[in-house]
């Protein structure tokens, strides 16, 4: 259903089951859960899908080893089952990774480990390798039924110097063990809302528009891209904006029925590092380290490039967060510490992203110490308006069984049951996913005429859903893109589908050519006339949009227009654009 399409018919009937505010991975995972129990249920986004936290994430699928010195022994076990189930449901997206854990001491950190696990200190130390041996070993017993993946085990410092020889020499032994990690997540959750929208003609869901709740009591959604608004009359409203749950809550409350603070988030930043001799020493392995002083840091290849990252830093306003210089030094800090014979040059840091952890509010003075766990609270009105159910905390590992909580909760308060589970339910292109992915790469490209070769990048990106795009590849004549590997039919399929709307909805989370260092200027400018003529844009909203995304890469991911320019290469023809014929 198209945007017009869906204003207009909630101008015919306003009335709808549950408003979700927040087109996160969690408001997608309630809207999919409820829209899978036949409800009526309306999805808004102020900005695009996937675009705040859930852009932001670490692309770690994991179940919190560190979390378990907090205490937090439900949320690491749950966290564990729901990493399970995505590499069963997602296994396009969700592999296994292995990770390597450099250990500096024997006994260090057993102590405070205790001490912070009883709440008496809030600072963090360095783990010594028999508090390490405790938590993987706590790891392994909460994993031993299904045992997906191998235990853990330990090497001595010189086969640990073997493996990886540009690790700090300092080190005693090393640590591996197994979680998993995810390669597009913003393509998971519009997966995830494809879902949902197909269960029922009743589920709608809209980006770039916002609720807002009138003088007079009334909700009205205001459309951000068409200037027009429409009034909604929801029996239930779901606040899952994350880190925007205190100022949405503004929008959806009069000043005296207000909640307090809900929400007290932190930034964590990353690095997007493009140096072979570094990819090279990980071994395809994550490198899961404390920085000398105690925080822990991740790093590993993703989509061949490395990711370096985070910070944990307290943040007030969440539309500003960006990765500031500071920041950069201390992750590039933290790499010479673990690797320190690999220099890193300004020109390789390719893309650098921050997101706030979507926290509940907390007066604790270390980060660290903050609860990831997730809960649900429900705020009523005091002048008979709809409930608000409130979706607090969360990481991103855990959006399914969030989302299922929380539909759970608005079913029980509007007196609905549930009629289907999600627990084993693929996602998106995990849906009939090949045990012969050969067989099946073969079959597709004798189907449509494709090179074998275009189709094993289509299956890479798209899982299963690649039938459908390269039937809409095939179906006409294709034209060549400045990227190899990207042709105007597979382009316009995702604006026409995916609900595109502006440049960066494309670049930086329908694809992932932004955030792997590949986007060029031409290639940029490219898409961004494919992009106009689908939307028919003026020459002057072309240029605007131009203007509007170069800005936004300067100041949030570190890309200015001369960076972009040096990447230019030839025009190539790599990229099979033959479609088969009748």
């Known amino acids: 259903m198209k945007r017009e399409e ?14 979700v505010i927040g087109g996160g991975i969690n408001g997608i995972s309630v809207f999919r859960e409820l829209a899978l129990q036949g409800l009526n249920v309306l999805l808004v986004e102020k900005h695009d899908y996937c675009s705040g936290a859930s852009s932001a994430l670490s692309r770690m699928v994991h179940g919190g080893l560190r979390y378990l ?16 189930r995505l590499l069963r449901n997602a296994p396009h997206y969700v592999a296994p990774l292995p990770t390597t854990v450099p250990v500096f001491d024997i006994f260090s950190g057993l ?88 269960a029922t003609l009743g589920a709608m869901a809209l980006n770039y528009a916002e609720l ?18 429409v009034f909604v009359e929801p029996k239930l409203i779901i606040n899952a904006t994350g880190g925007w749950i205190d100022i949405a809550n503004q929008t959806l409350f009069s000043s005296d029925a207000r909640p307090a603070p809900l929400m007290g988030g932190t ?65 590039l800090q933290s790499l010479a510490f673990v690797l320190p014979d690999i220099k890193i040059r300004p020109q390789e840091i390719v893309f650098q992203f ?11 003075s270390f980060t660290g110490r903050i609860p990831r766990d997730h809960f649900c609270t429900v705020v009523e009105t005091k002048d008979g308006g709809p409930p608000v159910l409130c979706m607090i905390g969360g990481k991103w590992t ?22 289907v589970a999600t627990t084993d339910r693929p996602i998106g292109g995990g849906r009939a996913f090949p045990s012969d992915r050969a067989a099946w790469i073969s079959h597709l ?8 070769r275009r189709v094993v990048e289509l299956f890479g990106r798209y899982g299963t859903d690649a039938e459908a795009i390269a039937d809409f590849i095939a179906a006409g004549p294709d034209m060549p893109l400045p990227h190899t590997g990207y042709s105007a039919r597979e382009l316009q399929f995702l604006i026409r589908d995916e609900a595109v709307e502006h440049l960066d909805d494309l670049l930086l989370r329908r694809t992932t050519l932004a955030v792997s260092g590949e986007l060029s200027l031409a290639m940029m400018d490219a898409v961004l006339n494919l992009l106009a003529q689908e939307k028919r844009w003026t020459m002057a909203q072309r240029a605007s949009e131009r203007t509007r995304f170069l800005t936004l890469l300067s100041e949030r991911h570190g890309i200015d227009e001369n960076m972009l320019s040096a990447r230019n290469e030839p025009r190539s023809t790599e990229c099979d654009t033959t479609a088969k014929s009748g």
């Open 6 to 19: 869906i204003l207009d018919g909630l101008r015919q009937s306003p009335k709808v089951d549950v408003c």
């Open 445 to 452: 490209a004798a189907a449509t005429g494709l090179s074998a």
């Open 354 to 364: 921050a997101g706030v952890r979507p926290l509940p509010a907390s007066t604790d």
């Open 267 to 331: 930034k964590g930043s990353h690095l997007i590092i493009d140096n072979d001799e570094l990819r090279a020493a990980l071994a395809d392995h994550m490198i899961y380290y404390e920085n000398e002083d105690g925080r822990i840091c991740i790093l590993f290849p993703y989509l061949g490039k490395v990711l370096v990252g985070s910070t944990d830093i307290r943040v007030d306003d969440p539309e500003s967060v960006r990765c500031e210089a500071d920041e950069r030094d201390y992750i």
């Open 212 to 229: 807002r709740r009138t003088e007079d009591g009334r909700y009205r959604i205001e459309d951000r891209i068409g200037g027009t608004a």
């Open 69 to 84: 010195e907090n205490g937090e022994f439900k949320l690491v076990q749950e966290s564990l089952v729901e990493r399970d």
């Open 111 to 198: 102590g405070n480990g205790i001490v912070r696990f009883l709440g008496l200190s809030r600072r963090p130390s360095r783990r010594g390798a028999v508090a390490i041996k405790a938590g993987l070993s706590i790891y392994d017993f909460l994993t031993r039924k299904r045992a997906l993946m191998p235990r853990h085990q330990f090497r001595g410092r010189r086969t640990t110097l073997t493996k990886w020889p540009a690790l700090n020499p300092d080190i005693k032994s090393s640590a591996t063990y197994f979680d998993a990690w995810v390669s597009h997540p913003e393509r998971l959750g519009i997966e995830l809302l494809q879902d949902g929208l197909a």
């Open 398 to 419: 855990t959006f399914r069984s969030f989302g299922e909580l929380a539909a759970d909760m608005a079913l029980e308060k509007l007196g609905r049951q549930r009629r």
